[in-house]
Nanobody, 120 residues
Framework: EVQLVESGGGLVQPGGSLRLSCEASGFTFSNYDMSWVRQAPGKGLQWVSGITANGRSTAFPNSVEGRFTISRDNAKNTVDLQLTGLQIEDTGMYYC?????????????RGQGTQVTVSS
């Protein structure tokens, strides 16, 4: 059974930073691209980063390019998302996804999420 458990969310002021982590189990982690998506209140899912299975390539939409960094540790089965320069518009539930580099995975390939709130 695929399990993805996100952590690290919280309340932060504009301009602040957070580091999100996703711990994966139930599949051969090193064989799969991974990504993060977010959902703002009342809106749909938005892809925010992706990383290839070997960690050599990453991708981001323009909205977060230069502020977010994605990394993975295939020995620990974890994928992290470093958020810096946070803006109020970055508020939302953040989910990690299995098997997708860009785009939205099926619900069964997403975790339960971790909440990020950016507010002064």
């Amino acid at each position: 059974e695929v399990q993805l458990v996100e952590s690290g969310g919280g309340l932060v002021q504009p301009g602040g930073s957070l580091r999100l982590s996703c711990e994966a189990s139930g599949f051969t982690f090193s064989n799969y691209d991974m990504s993060w998506v977010r959902q703002a209140p009342g809106k749909g899912l938005q892809w925010v980063s992706g990383i290839t299975a070997n960690g050599r390539s990453t991708a981001f939409p323009n909205s977060v390019e230069g502020r977010f960094t994605i990394s993975r540790d295939n020995a620990k089965n974890t994928v992290d998302l470093q958020l810096t320069g946070l803006q109020i518009e970055d508020t939302g539930m953040y989910y990690c996804q299995k098997g997708v580099y860009r785009g939205i995975a099926s619900a069964r390939d997403r975790g339960q999420g971790t909440q990020v709130t950016v507010s002064s």
